[in-house]
């Protein structure tokens, strides 16, 4: 049984509301130098970030936490300042609303538009992941949305103090503070799914069980995905050189990730020469593989069972399997594939062609990593998460995810009576946009 929100949750989801109103009334300038103040308070609330940041992981180590929760969970320099390059990026990308995406003119002096508008407001659920609440609020501001934030206990102290340093970032801008709030309860958590009429989307970034869960129980519109289920097809016409390096990188790049691949399917007619070094490559990047019998023949050790093909590792883990042709790997992969990013790896074109047109999942690639699915390296600057339903928004989801439409209708005294008597008649003359 979900519990009803607190009358504090309830007040502080309504100042929410009230921020974004506002927030998505200001110009385009404002949006972009509030986000660039973002950045700049993060800069100098750096120190204090990280040190914040060792607490959830001294934290993590002594609960024992999941290594794959911890690398999300750790956040050090490096990861720190790509994060902020990352928030400078979405201050500069172009202005998503105000965009006439509809203009015609109905009948003399009567004209309809389409434009563009924010969402209003954002529920984003997150497990560890600290740096996803510099992403998602700087989204969330440059779109004119606001926010309301609850990431995972084990991130805490990261989250608060980025939401300290966000927020001091806006006390210097047009964009009121309270625009970003942070939930810290799961009781917080719990209540923000029955926040319809407050908020506007709930995205959540986490396990298939979080996911899962949400998604059951919420009126609000969800957006993501449960699973992160990636594969890569080694096709017979594949060059044997370039697969062992995709393979690699889309398996232990970061195994973490949603985008890392848990299959590895490859074509009996070039297992024979393939797979044997595949096996010694993966064995000294310390990637336990599970394979079916043909698989095994060839060199993996361990015998992947039925549930391996429909489990997300998240870790140094990878299934194999050898399938007899393109329709066998389509077929596994029509099965088992979580729709998020599936990859083939060959040099005949029209297999290409084929797989690219037949896979149903919001990324797919040819010759290259499946780590590629991700906002920042699409030049999004950021994403609020990553979705594998088939409506849009899909795949990596930045600043055009977040924003709706509205239509707008200018008349001078008309009236559908007049239409109606056929009196007079519409036009519908497309006018330059």
């Known amino acids: 049984m979900i519990p009803d929100p607190s009358p504090d949750l309830l007040a502080r989801a309504a100042q929410v509301r009230r921020s974004a109103m506002a927030l998505g009334q200001l110009s385009d300038d404002q949006r972009r130098q509030a986000v660039l103040a973002m950045a700049a308070a993060l800069e100098r609330s750096r120190d204090a970030i990280l040190a914040a940041n060792q607490a959830d992981l001294s934290a993590a180590a002594a609960e024992d936490l999941a290594p794959a929760l911890v690398a999300r969970l750790k956040l050090d320099g490096a990861k720190l300042d790509g994060a902020i390059t990352g928030v400078r990026q979405v201050a500069e990308l172009a202005d998503p609303l105000g965009r006439r995406q509809l203009h015609t003119e109905l009948d003399e002096g009567l004209v309809l538009e389409r434009v563009t508008v924010p969402l209003g407001v954002l529920g984003v659920i997150f497990e560890a992941r600290p740096d996803a609440v510099m992403q998602i609020a700087s989204l969330a501001i440059r779109s004119g ?105 889309s398996k232990t790049q970061y195994p973490a990730a949603c985008n890392a691949i848990e299959t590895l399917l490859v074509d009996a007619a070039i297992a024979p020469a393939f797979l044997p070094r595949a096996v010694a490559a993966f064995a000294a990047a310390g990637v336990d593989l599970r394979g079916d019998a043909a698989a095994m023949a060839l060199g993996v050790s361990h015998a992947a069972s039925d549930d391996d093909w429909s489990t997300e590792y998240s870790d140094l883990i990878l299934s194999v399997k050898v399938v007899s042709d393109l329709d066998a790997a389509l077929d596994h992969i029509a099965r088992h594939g979580s729709r998020h990013t599936d990859a083939i790896c060959t040099r005949d074109a029209a297999t290409a062609d084929r797989f690219l047109a037949a896979v149903n999942s919001a990324g797919v690639y040819l010759n290259c990593s499946t780590r590629f699915a991700d906002g920042f390296r699409y030049g999004f600057g950021a994403e609020v998460g990553i979705s594998t339903q088939t409506l849009p928004p899909r795949g990596p989801v930045g600043l055009e995810g977040l924003v709706t439409y509205r239509y707008r209708l200018r008349g001078e005294g008309h009236i559908a009576a007049d239409y109606a008597s056929g009196a007079r008649q519409f036009s519908h003359r497309s006018l330059p946009l």
């Open 145 to 249: 949305n606001g926010a309301l934030l609850k990431g995972g206990r084990e991130a805490s102290h990261s989250c608060a103090a980025i939401l300290t340093a966000l927020r001091q970032g806006l006390a210097g801008s047009a964009v009121a503070p309270d625009a970003l709030e942070l939930l810290t309860s799961r009781e917080e958590s719990l209540g923000l799914l029955k926040l319809d009429g407050l908020v506007d989307l709930i995205i959540p970034r986490g396990s298939n069980a979080l996911v899962r869960f949400i998604q059951d129980n919420t009126r609000i519109p969800v957006l993501g995905h449960a699973d992160g289920i990636c594969h890569l097809f080694v096709d017979r016409a594949a060059d044997p050189d370039l697969a062992l390096k995709v393979a690699l990188d």
